[in-house]
């Protein structure tokens, strides 16, 4: 049973994870359309598992959207914080382990669970938006994860 330090370190950063990707996709969105704020991102989350059905501008599918994103950074940062003192590599490097577990997320989600989600879309691998996407979640998610992990388990350590 993790302690609830461990359980406080994981939910803290998976909710500050959560909160810089979705900035990330925010951003993103509003440069690459010139502005105008991007009402859907949660919908489109939700449309994992409702599809097209989701896009309903409802509060329901944006509640929805939302508690499944912060599910998803919950258990991409629970998973790193049980790799990290298993795997020695992602204790040499932040910068390196940061690269290579958003890199791994970007597969995941885009390789696994979209084609597998209520949207049934086949894969359009555009290199710029996969990029991207890539380079959001290895700043906003990989870098948190990477660095706060790495934080708890020195103070776990020293015994601070």
């Not at 382990?97 to 049934?120: D, T």
């Amino acid at each position: 049973m993790p302690s609830s330090k461990l359980l406080k370190s994981i939910l803290f950063t998976a909710l500050v994870a959560g909160i810089l990707d979705l900035a990330g996709a925010v951003v993103s969105y509003m440069i690459s359309r010139g502005g105008g704020f991007p009402k859907k991102i949660l919908e489109y989350i939700a449309g994992g598992w409702y599809g097209s059905a989701a896009l309903d501008g409802s509060l329901k599918m944006n509640i929805v959207g939302g508690i499944s994103h912060f599910f998803i950074a919950t258990c991409w940062t629970a998973l790193f914080y049980f790799l990290y003192p298993r795997l020695r590599f992602l204790q040499k490097s932040r910068l390196v382990s940061a690269i290579l577990y958003g890199l791994v997320i970007w597969a995941v989600m885009n390789l696994a669970v979209l084609p597998l989600s209520a949207w049934n879309a086949p894969l359009r691998l555009m290199p710029f938006e996969a990029a991207k996407a890539a380079f959001i979640l290895i700043v906003c998610v990989g870098l948190p994860v990477v660095v706060r992990t790495g934080s708890y388990y020195k103070s776990i350590q020293t015994g601070a």
